[in-house]
């Protein structure tokens, strides 16, 4: 345990955070495809007060991604259908990556991808070409936005598997794999990632979802549906994460509309070792930071003095347990 002495004399709550064999500062993470490779949300936000920074989802080659309309609002959230546009590995890691080595922090690369092998080349061209702060990768097996890969693996038991064993043996770093909820059930596919080898999973990707002007009779988005996410799925989010929590003993990572510390508490209760705040970035681009800086006063408040203490604390009566809930 880490706590330290304030001026005030009483024990500061440590919030640091151990994911497979590597140390955050905090759990707080900003979500892939929410906070770009930070260079934009650099001027609002301190990036080094976040436990670190999801980049956004990068393929071998570069992508355009969907041609407009892309980005909706909606009650309590917005839907997007970007389409995985990014600038490919290789200016990733010639300028993405080393921008995001000078802050103290960690970073997790987000790879989207259509084949096994594609998944595989990505990864082994960050790898080759890795800053000190990089601390694994994130796989986004749960992408609703495109045609080809993405989602083809993620609502795909044996493809889950089969794609954590192959990335699994490519890299000793941190592995998660990024789960969709646009499933029956997201157990099979937790205990798919474990069993393979994954240091974690993160849940969720956006869901399925549409909107339409009612006086053209158009779908709003040009792809018809898009991924939905922000405050609207948070109910939703937090009970893939305590399915997920359930099912399996890997770490899990909590996503989905979080804009406040007492949001991203709800999602420690339920089971989650780290949380991901995504959407709300777009109207706070340090809404991490407020996450993370409030989530240490809540647990001074509540004289909770580690993470440890909160995270899967969630109190079930005995009876509804044993019933299966
Ligand atoms: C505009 C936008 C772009 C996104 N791009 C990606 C992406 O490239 N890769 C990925 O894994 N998730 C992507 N996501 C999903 C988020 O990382 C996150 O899982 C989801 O939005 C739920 O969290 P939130 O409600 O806090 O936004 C994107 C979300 C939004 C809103």
Redesign the pocket.
């Given at each position: 345990m880490n706590t330290s002495l304030s001026s005030n004399g009483t024990v500061a709550p440590d919030v640091s955070v151990k994911l497979g064999n590597i140390s955050f500062k905090n759990p707080v993470l900003v979500?892939?495809?929410?906070f770009g490779y930070g260079a934009e949300a650099k001027q609002w936000c301190d990036i080094e007060g976040l436990g670190g920074v999801v980049t956004?989802?990068v393929s071998w080659n570069p992508r355009m991604g969907n041609s407009p309309r892309r980005?909706v609002e909606t009650a309590s959230g917005?839907l997007?259908s970007?389409g995985?546009a990014n600038v490919g590995v290789h200016t990733f890691v010639k300028e993405k990556l080393p921008y995001l080595a000078q802050f103290d922090t960690k970073i997790i690369a987000?790879i989207?991808a259509s084949s096994m092998e594609e998944y595989r080349d990505v990864l082994e061209h960050i790898e080759a070409n890795a800053v000190e702060n990089l601390a694994g990768y994130?796989i986004?097996i749960?992408?609703p936005n495109v045609k080809d890969g993405g989602l083809s693996f993620g609502t795909n038991v044996e493809r889950t598997e089969e794609l954590t064993t192959l990335l699994r043996a490519a890299t000793d770093r941190l592995l998660i794999i990024?789960l969709t909820p646009n499933v029956t059930s997201v157990a099979p596919f937790a205990q798919a990632c474990e069993r393979a080898g994954a240091d974690a999973i993160s849940l969720?990707?956006?869901l399925v979802g549409m909107s339409i002007d009612i006086y053209s009779r158009e779908p709003r988005l040009n792809t018809v549906t898009g991924?939905l996410?922000?405050p609207a799925?948070k109910p939703i989010a937090l009970a893939q994460v305590y399915q997920a929590r359930k099912a399996c003993s890997i770490p899990i990572v909590g996503?989905?509309?979080?804009v406040s510390a007492e949001d991203a508490v709800e999602f420690f209760i339920a089971g989650a070792s780290m949380v991901?705040?995504?959407?709300?970035n777009f109207v706070w681009p340090d809404a991490g930071v407020r996450v993370a800086d409030g989530l240490t006063k809540f647990l001074k408040e509540q004289k909770i003095a580690q993470m440890s203490d909160l995270v899967n604390s969630l109190k079930i009566r005995a009876e509804l347990k044993a019933a299966g809930w």
């Open positions: 979500a892939s495809g929410t956004k989802s980005i917005m997007n970007i995985l987000n989207a994130e986004n749960s992408c990024k969720i990707n956006t991924g996410s922000g799925v996503i989905g509309g979080i991901q705040v995504g959407t709300a």
